[in-house]
């Protein structure tokens, strides 16, 4: 899986699970996000979030509704 293709699922991801939690369990700016996999190409492990953490620091960006009008 490429990066920007891994990056783009772990995007979906986090929101998946953001909205899941609803907003009594919202996270606050600097807060730990909850671990989480999500299914790679066929063949490949699931990606999940404490492995890329392990690597470094995860920055996770978000640009919805691009498309909208004003």
């Given at each position: 899986?490429?990066?920007?293709?891994?990056?783009a699922v772990?995007?979906?991801g986090?929101?998946?699970?953001?909205?899941?939690a609803?907003?009594?369990h919202?996270?606050?700016?600097?807060?730990?996000?909850?671990?989480?996999?999500?299914?790679?190409?066929p063949?490949?492990?699931?990606?999940?979030?404490?492995?890329?953490?392990?690597k470094?620091?995860?920055?996770?960006y978000?640009?919805?509704?691009?498309f909208?009008?004003?």
């Amino acid at each position: 899986m490429t990066g920007s293709r891994s990056l783009a699922v772990l995007l979906l991801g986090v929101l998946a699970v953001l909205l899941a939690a609803g907003s009594a369990h919202a996270l606050a700016v600097g807060d730990k996000a909850p671990d989480f996999a999500l299914p790679a190409a066929p063949g490949a492990p699931p990606v999940k979030l404490s492995d890329l953490t392990a690597k470094g620091p995860v920055v996770i960006y978000t640009f919805i509704q691009a498309f909208t009008g004003t």
